[in-house]
């Protein structure tokens, strides 16, 4: 199925949110989430069912200063 991740079109086959993450790498490290503009919590993404053109964003955080 066709997403859009962070801003780039992607095929993915999984239909649940934390299975196409682990497709797309983030399997390791925190990470924030929100599916079509609505922010999943870590514990939700697990019944999250993904959908042709559905667009993602995953945002890991950042240290330094």
Known sequence: MKI???GVERE???SS???ALV???YC???IATA???EFI???QRVGIVLNEGDRIEVVAPMQGG
């Open 35 to 37: 599916v079509n503009g």
């Open 17 to 19: 949110l934390v299975e």
């Open 23 to 25: 497709e797309l790498g």
């Open 12 to 14: 993915i086959t999984e």
């Open 4 to 6: 859009t991740l962070n």
């Open 28 to 30: 390791a490290g925190p």
């Open 41 to 43: 919590p870590k514990t």
